[in-house]
């Protein structure tokens, strides 16, 4: 499990203003907020990535297919016991949806599942990376923030070059699957040349959609490039870096605080 700590230098935001430190006080805590749930993602994605799937297990697959065979004979009793050919494909499906709700019913998870997982928290921690993005952003306009907020918002671009395009793809799928790029009236993509260990089209004309090559997850984007976010503890480190110097940026007061807690 990967555990990335955060230490704020105080317990209170150091002003005069009491409406000012609610304010960034609030803002700073979605920062944080955001960076622990994009640390969980992370633990979670790692997990679900190294997970053996259950139809690998030799031992599941024999077990699968003397039930299988078993629930057969038991649909086969219900029809006479011999069953003419044109009932055989009845059987067969009625034998496959007995089997698989007893599975189901035993707590084993459906192909489906087990495959869309790793995505699943790959997308998590996309969108908490971008929800980081944007409340950093929020932050370094506010009145008062100091210069270095702006500084370190513009590291997180270049941290993260990809994330608002791949982001944007994510949540419209409706449109890129459709070959279309982004607004109102979206315009047919053109799709750029891509080069990587999981496609190599050098002219182009290859739309990559929901897509994980390695820890990278990534998709076209609507200008037509293929752009990715790594979910790695790599990318931990760099969003780390730019919260504790964010933190450390403003003047507190009292007991400097370490999460995340226990």
Known sequence: MYVFEIITPGTWLKSEDRDWSWKIGNLLQSLKSQYFEANLALNLFTEARSARP????????????????????????????????????????????????????????????????????????????????????????????PQIVAELHAQAGEAFPDLRGVRNTAQHLEDRSRGLGAGRNPKPLDLKPVENNMVSAPNGGVLILNSLNGSKYGSTMADGHYGEVDVSPESMERLQKILQQALEAFEWHGPKQHGPSV
């Open 54 to 145: 259950s139809f690998a297990d030799r031992g599941n697959w024999e077990r699968d297919a003397q039930r299988r065979n078993e629930i057969r004979q038991e649909v086969e009793q219900q029809y006479g016991g011999f069953p003419g050919h044109e009932q055989l494909d009845e059987i067969h499906f009625e034998s496959e949806v007995r089997f698989k709700r007893e599975k189901w019913s035993n707590g084993f998870q459906p192909r489906e599942f087990e495959h869309n997982l790793p995505f699943i928290y790959a997308r998590a921690f996309l969108y908490a990376i971008d929800s980081f993005d944007k409340f950093l952003g929020v932050l370094s306009r506010e009145e008062g923030a």
